[in-house]
């Protein structure tokens, strides 16, 4: 096992780079430059490959850090840490090793935040406004970050504790994390409304008929009733897109961006709204929940053997441990310290593994956007609709198979756009 993470450890740095490198280059062909030459100004053309290699050299150099970070965490300060706030909490008479694992996570989160919060106020601020996407001050863009950054350590920290304290029972409990995380899973996909939502976003009662009439006129007919459409307000930070559902069973509530509104038609925003409707009928939330299971019950497994192969596991809680005696790699897996190698294990096998994860949500897609266009019946608004995304967005058209392949969540665009071409060709021949 240790060969084996050693191997893909190394495999991971070369490859990474290569697909970095490929992801700067995009590959354009004949074919794909005269398709989009028929949706796309040349400028708008530009605009995106510009969006998609800006500031490449620091970008690769963010990557290498938060690579790096996790790593040099471990052995620079997880084991002096761990064993201090271990110390420090005995003499003081406090046993909770949960408020231990807490304390080391705090301080674990702060520091990754302070040394990456360079880059992302480069990416997320300076470039943002260079691009036109972001209308927030300084002032906004922190608290902004400071929010995400807070509850996505309150998550994470809930999430932590229960490993950990799964990691000092016997080995047989481990099956509980893959539950714990689903738990998590399905409180996340439909309290986001009412529990995340409202910390960034105000939402109120979407009015304008003319956009709400076709909305309810799709979802009618496919047998969805609409509870309320809401509208949340993107635009006080980006001109990002987006629309979204919530609700159990055949009721649902539709969310929509203000920036969507800004720029499409009313047509264009109802067949979105079916695109939305395509992955409900097709059941992909719950099949995605399911799937994310899948992964976490072999995640759980991978760290579990992984860590005990590089850390020569003992299952005692805190073995006796220095830096310098040459025996600075062990360290029990429940013991809080090795929460970075956790990490960095994390990292290396969801990066093999994330074409398994992507090929999935590419079908899911497709199906869904199959959906939209047989609900509306009219092709062209859906390629209008796709080609608005990618101008809003500023897409880059020309992506690489290969990166494709490995990273992408979505079909790029110019495959969503063929899709549309050949149903509109089908009608045709009919
Ligand atoms: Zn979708």
């Not at 909770?96 to 702060?110: H, M, N, P, R, S």
Request: some cysteine.
């Amino acid at each position: 096992m240790k060969t084996l993470f050693l191997a893909l450890l190394a495999g991971y740095i070369i490859f990474r780079s290569f697909m970095i490198y490929l992801s700067h280059k995009g590959r354009k062909t004949a074919s794909n430059e005269t398709l989009a030459l028929k949706y796309f100004t040349p400028e708008e053309i530009k605009n995106g490959e510009e969006y998609a290699r800006k500031s490449f050299g620091l970008s690769v150099l963010q990557r290498a850090v938060d690579f790096l970070f996790p790593f040099v965490f471990f052995f620079l300060a997880a084991k002096p840490l761990s064993w201090t706030l271990h110390e420090v909490l005995k003499g003081m008479g406090i046993h909770i090793v949960t408020l231990q694992v807490l304390i080391f996570l705090a301080v674990y989160f702060l520091c990754s935040f302070i040394i990456m919060l360079p880059f992302r106020f480069h990416f997320g601020y300076t470039l943002e406004h260079k691009f036109g996407f972001s209308n927030m001050t300084k002032k906004e863009w922190f608290l902004y970050s400071f929010k995400q950054f807070a509850v996505g350590t309150v998550i994470t920290a809930i999430i932590v504790c229960a490993a950990y304290y799964i990691f000092r029972r016997p080995t047989i409990y481990l099956w509980l994390i893959p539950v714990v995380l689903l738990a998590f899973e399905f409180i996340i996909t439909f309290l986001y409304p009412y529990l995340i939502l409202p910390l960034f976003y105000k939402k109120s009662r979407f009015k304008d008929e003319n956009y709400a009439r076709p909305m309810r006129e799709v979802a009618e007919k496919a047998g969805v009733k609409v509870n309320k459409i809401f509208q949340i307000n993107e635009s006080k930070y980006s001109k990002h897109t987006n629309a979204f559902f919530t609700g159990f069973g055949p009721e649902k509530s539709i969310y929509i961006f203000d920036t969507l509104i800004k720029t499409n038609t009313p047509e264009q925003v109802a067949s979105v709204v079916a695109h939305e409707i395509g992955h409900w009928k097709n059941n992909h939330v719950l099949k995605n929940i399911f799937l994310s299971f899948a992964g976490s019950v072999l995640m759980t497994w991978i760290v579990y053997f992984t860590y005990s192969a590089i850390c020569c596991y003992t299952g005692s809680d805190y073995p006796h441990f220095s830096l310098l005696d040459g025996s600075a790699l062990t360290m029990s897996i429940s013991d809080i310290g090795g929460l970075p190698l956790i990490s960095a294990i994390l990292t290396i096998f969801s990066f093999w593994l994330a074409p398994i994860e992507n090929i999935v949500s590419r079908k899911f897609e497709v199906t869904a956007d199959t959906y939209e266009i047989g609900m509306g019946g009219h092709p062209e608004i859906y390629i209008k609709s796709m080609v608005q995304l990618a101008k809003d967005n500023r897409s880059f058209l020309f992506p690489h198979p290969l990166v494709t392949f490995w990273y992408a969540s979505h079909p790029p665009i110019l495959e969503r756009v063929k899709l549309g071409e050949s149903y509109e060709k089908n009608q045709r021949t009919k």
